[in-house]
């Protein structure tokens, strides 16, 4: 029962390097999301995906890119990392649909920008 | 623009004392739904409950309880009996009726049970 998995689980770069966090889920569901948390807060959504080739901009998503080729895969791209995307970074799936199901989230990935 | 404050920061407790970790949500739409995560010590995000804007029953799980009330818009937390596994940071959430699942988290609240 892998779920949605996130590699690398961490990950140091330095100013200006670019990187991209992978995502993926085998529950076959259609909805995908990006979140960042920030020490001491809560999770900002920074891009979701409705269904392959169907990605939209959360509420942060300066600095970031992505992509949904397929159902299962979600990647979330960094181009020039800055000291201010220093971050723990979670995806998650969910059904979703009308009901709003409850998402499942990865174990996360902790990115430091030096 | 929709809204979840959850005000206490911290709260420490001693095992067996009940707390209740409040939440409080701000949204125009009629249809919404209201989640509630625990994040423990490893950093995982675990689902408790969810609840939609028309169902205002409590909700019972064992040591964990849910009051909901729409005339307050609160939608808050009370575990019964506290234990040290309890310890962990909890994040009220609130989606939207657009059908795309996105939610928006409150800032957290940290519990720390002492044994």
């Known amino acids: 029962n892998a779920g949605v998995t996130q590699t690398p689980k961490f990950r140091i770069l330095k100013i200006g390097q670019s990187m991209t966090l992978q995502c993926a889920q085998d529950m076959n569901h259609n909805y995908m999301y990006w979140y960042r948390q920030d020490p001491g807060m809560g999770l900002k959504l920074i891009y979701y995906s409705v269904g392959a080739g169907i990605t939209d901009k959360g509420e942060v998503p300066n600095g970031y890119n992505v992509s949904r080729s397929t159902t299962e895969d979600f990647p979330l791209r960094l181009e020039l990392a800055a000291p201010s995307q220093t971050s723990v970074y979670f995806c998650?799936?969910?059904?979703?649909?009308?009901?709003?199901?409850?998402?499942?989230f990865g174990d996360g990935t902790r990115l430091s920008i030096l | 623009a929709q809204k979840v404050t959850q005000a206490q920061t911290e709260i420490s407790v001693v095992e067996k004392e009940d707390v209740t970790l409040d939440c409080v949500y701000e949204t125009r739409d009629t249809t919404y739904y209201l989640f509630w995560y625990k994040q423990p010590p490893s950093g995982e995000l675990v689902f408790l409950i969810r609840?939609?804007?028309?169902?205002?029953q409590n909700e019972i799980s064992g040591r964990y309880s849910w009051n909901f009330q729409k005339s307050t818009s609160s939608f808050n937390f009370t575990i019964t009996a506290s234990q040290v596994v309890d310890s962990a940071v909890y994040f009220c959430a609130l989606s939207d009726s657009s059908n795309t699942g996105k939610l928006i988290f409150g800032q957290g609240t940290t519990l720390q049970v002492k044994p």
């Open positions: 609840r939609n804007s028309f169902d205002e």
């Open positions: 998650a799936s969910s059904t979703a649909g009308y009901s709003n199901q409850p998402q499942h």
